[in-house]
Antibody
Framework: EVRLVESGGDLVQPGRSLRLSCTSSGFSFDEYAMSWVRQAPGKGLEWVGFIRSKPFGGTTEYAASVKGRFTISRDDSKSIAYLQMNSLKSDDTAVYYC?????????????????????WGQGTTVTVSS | QSVLTQPPSASATPGHRVTISCSGSSSNIGSNYVYWYQQLPGTAPKLLIFANNQRPSGVPDRFSGSKSGTSASLAISGLRSEDEADYYCAAWDDSLSGWVFGGGTKLTVL
């Protein structure tokens, strides 16, 4: 069974740091890019960022709202993706989901992931409050 | 303010058909696939439609997607009470180099 399980969510004070983990099973983790998506209480979905698979450099992209504060990494040997969150703000309070996508770049350098973010974890809750 | 625009709510009676729209721009919907996600209350989002109009295994053919230019739509026919959920559209945005979502549409089955 293909599965993603997030962990590490907690109550944390503003300005502090937190690291989330996304443990995968049931598929070849190293073949997939991994995204993090969050959902603030009562709000919609917001893409946080993603890390490409190693064949595509293993590099990252981030939403403007978290760039410079959040870092995504991956350990293919353990099939785990991480989200390091620094300088947390109250606006970062949300359920954080990890997802997988099978993406590639075409000859013009444009990204495609035909199957989309097709598997989601159950989410982990981060609350930023003093 | 979401990059993709959806109506905040939609409603219909059981057995009827409902359509949810999603509007974007040339850098997202206009040049990339559209995806639809269903989020039942208290659960994680689930992929409903990929690549504009493809259904993952297990998704009933009551659900269908379409795209034209910089807009897309999700249609649900033969509406059932268990379809009551939030629906989100998404697309890759070439200018932002990231995924963008619609604000979500809350579907009520009357």
């Amino acid at each position: 069974e293909v599965r993603l399980v997030e962990s590490g969510g907690d109550l944390v004070q503003p300005g502090r740091s937190l690291r989330l983990s996304c443990t995968s099973s049931g598929f070849s983790f190293d073949e997939y890019a991994m995204s993090w998506v969050r959902q603030a209480p009562g709000k919609g979905l917001e893409w946080v960022g993603f890390i490409r698979s190693k064949p595509f450099g293993g590099t990252t992209e981030y939403a403007a709202s978290v760039k410079g504060r959040f870092t995504i990494s991956r350990d293919d040997s353990k099939s785990i993706a991480y989200l390091q969150m620094n300088s947390l703000k109250s606006d970062d309070t949300a359920v954080y989901y990890c997802t997988r996508e099978e993406g590639y770049y075409d000859s013009r350098g444009y990204y495609h992931a035909p199957s989309g973010m097709d598997v989601w974890g159950q989410g982990t809750t981060v609350t930023v409050s003093s | 303010q979401s990059v993709l625009t959806q109506p905040p709510s939609a409603s219909a009676t059981p057995g009827h058909r409902v359509t949810i729209s999603c509007s974007g721009s040339s850098s997202n919907i206009g040049s990339n696939y559209v995806y639809w996600y269903q989020q039942l209350p208290g659960t994680a989002p689930k992929l409903l439609i990929f690549a504009n109009n493809q259904r993952p295994s297990g998704v009933p053919d009551r659900f269908s997607g379409s795209k034209s230019g910089t807009s897309a739509s999700l249609a649900i026919s033969g509406l059932r009470s268990e379809d009551e959920a939030d629906y989100y559209c998404a697309a890759w945005d070439d200018s932002l180099s990231g995924w963008v979502f619609g604000g979500g549409t809350k579907l009520t089955v009357l």
